[in-house]
């Protein structure tokens, strides 16, 4: 009820024609922030769109807009309009008091599959990593769980529901699941998100 699947799009003129279509940029997941309608997710799932969507579980699809980034926390946040009222926001966890062994919950949208579950744990804390784009994004927490493409901007869930993370990369030479994933803890997501929402 919480999570959500987003797909975003760029424009592109072809240059003979001039004509103007539509590209698909990507797609990932995201999360219900506040009743007001506010999705929080991974900057790089919407970077360079032009159009957002947002789906919900009941296959409802909603225009989104950018209200915030912060790219060098690899976050974002979406707001979309008279949110339905099955949308609820996520219960808030605390990263500091992980510790390595606990047993965690990755929620996506892996290669298009919606709202798949993940089970693993906490493999290491405070990590770094390097992005696609050169940024790098500290004080992670490396997690087993199987995160895949379009699993990036979902939640990272304690084994009581409560958010603790945002799934955000994987470590994998062939770019598939490999065991070594990351997420920004729910201590960062909590001093940024709001930040964003107040521009």
């Given at each position: 009820r919480s999570v959500v699947f987003i797909t975003s799009v760029a424009l592109?003129?072809?240059?003979?024609?001039?004509?103007?279509?539509?590209?698909p940029q990507g797609s990932g997941?995201?999360?219900?922030?506040?009743?007001?309608?506010h999705i929080v997710t991974n900057y790089h799932v919407i970077a360079g769109a032009n159009t957002l969507s947002v789906t919900t579980a009941d296959q409802t699809e909603w225009n989104a807009k950018v209200v915030g980034v912060a790219p060098e926390k690899d976050l974002a946040v979406l707001l979309i309009d008279t949110p339905p009222d099955g949308l609820v926001p996520l219960d808030l966890g605390g990263a500091s008091r992980l510790q390595v062994g606990q047993h965690v919950y990755a929620i996506g949208n892996p290669f298009v599959?919606?709202?798949?579950?993940?089970?693993?744990?906490?493999?290491?804390?405070?990590?770094?990593?390097?992005?696609e784009n050169g940024i790098t994004i500290d004080h992670l927490i490396q997690t087993d769980a199987a995160i895949n493409?379009?699993?990036?901007?979902?939640?990272?869930?304690?084994?009581?529901?409560?958010?603790?993370?945002i799934n955000t990369a994987i470590y994998s030479p062939s770019g598939a699941y490999a065991g070594i994933g990351f997420a920004v803890p729910?201590?960062?997501?909590?001093?940024?998100i709001p930040q964003l929402i107040a521009l």
């Open positions: 592109r003129r072809d240059f003979f024609s001039l004509n103007v279509f539509e590209i997941s995201g999360f219900m922030w506040d009743r007001k309608g599959l919606d709202y798949t579950l993940n089970r693993g744990i906490v493999s290491a804390m405070d990590r770094s990593f390097t992005a493409p379009g699993n990036s901007g979902g939640p990272l869930l304690d084994s009581a529901g409560r958010l603790i993370g729910v201590d960062t997501v909590n001093r940024v």
